[in-house]
């Protein structure tokens, strides 16, 4: 079918909008997971190992990750970033 759709011009340009629609969702999802893997590498280098690691790093980048970003640097205690 994909030989079919780039034999014309609008085939090919179909083929290259899904493309681009394709990479854009992976990068989409890629920053997603770095974003949930970078804050676990944060909490985990500012509190050690802690049992929920993968729970919380989950919450606070679902809920302004930039900000608790901010907050695990200026020394929020783990209480304070599950409450």
């Not at 993968?54 to 783990?78: C, F, Q, S, W, Y």
């Amino acid at each position: 079918m994909n030989n079919v759709l780039e034999q014309s011009e609008a085939g090919r340009e179909i083929a290259r909008k899904n493309r681009e629609q394709g990479l854009e969702q992976g990068l989409e999802q890629g920053l997603e997971l770095g974003s949930a893997k970078t804050m676990r590498a944060l909490l985990r280098a500012k509190y050690g190992d802690i049992e929920d690691l993968e729970a919380l790093a989950r919450k606070l980048v679902g809920h302004d990750p930039d900000g608790n970003i901010a907050r695990i640097v200026a020394g929020a205690t783990l209480a304070e970033l599950r409450s």
